[in-house]
């Protein structure tokens, strides 16, 4: 009786060991496959990442206390501008006191409150970009991207 038993666990990890055997092969072949099909295409590095980076001005961080805190709480931001056109840069270059003075100005009259929620910040978002435009003569600022939002 043992002895079959024995028999039976042999021939069952036997047939599991062909049968994933099977399928290891199976999946090497599809990598393989993937591997060439990667290989064919040339190496071209993409425009869009150099085209992307012309778009986007990057803003020094911004810390400001906020509203109503007695200065227990502070709103530490870096801000990504993404541009219409790269012609907009000198225009923002030219402007980046006044932008700038406009954003803190909007930032420290917040509340925690307004800027906690997920919602509080797409508000900012658009109140940032309207600010920006409102310096910008060649062109427009598309949107405004938090690359840090710190609330102390």
Avoid: H
């Avoid at 064919?40 to 990057?58: H, M």
């Avoid at 012609?87 to 406009?102: A, C, E, L, Y």
């Amino acid at each position: 009786m043992i002895k079959n038993f024995i028999v039976l666990v042999a021939v069952s990890a036997g047939l599991v060991l062909m049968s994933s055997q099977g399928n290891v092969q199976a999946q090497e072949k599809e990598v393989e496959e993937k591997k060439t099909i990667e290989e064919e295409k040339p190496n071209k590095k993409p425009l869009i990442k150099k085209k992307q980076k012309d778009f986007i001005f990057q803003l020094e961080p911004i810390i400001v206390n906020l509203a109503k805190s007695q200065g227990n709480r502070f709103l530490k931001v870096t801000l990504s501008l993404e541009m219409s056109t790269p012609k907009v840069r000198p225009d923002i270059k030219k402007n980046i006191q006044k932008i700038t003075d406009s954003i803190l100005l909007l930032l420290s009259s917040k509340l925690f409150e307004d800027v906690y929620s997920v919602q509080g910040k797409f508000t900012l978002k658009n109140e940032i970009t309207a600010r920006v435009n409102s310096f910008l003569a060649l062109g427009k600022v598309k949107e405004v991207y938090f690359t840090e939002f710190i609330i102390q």
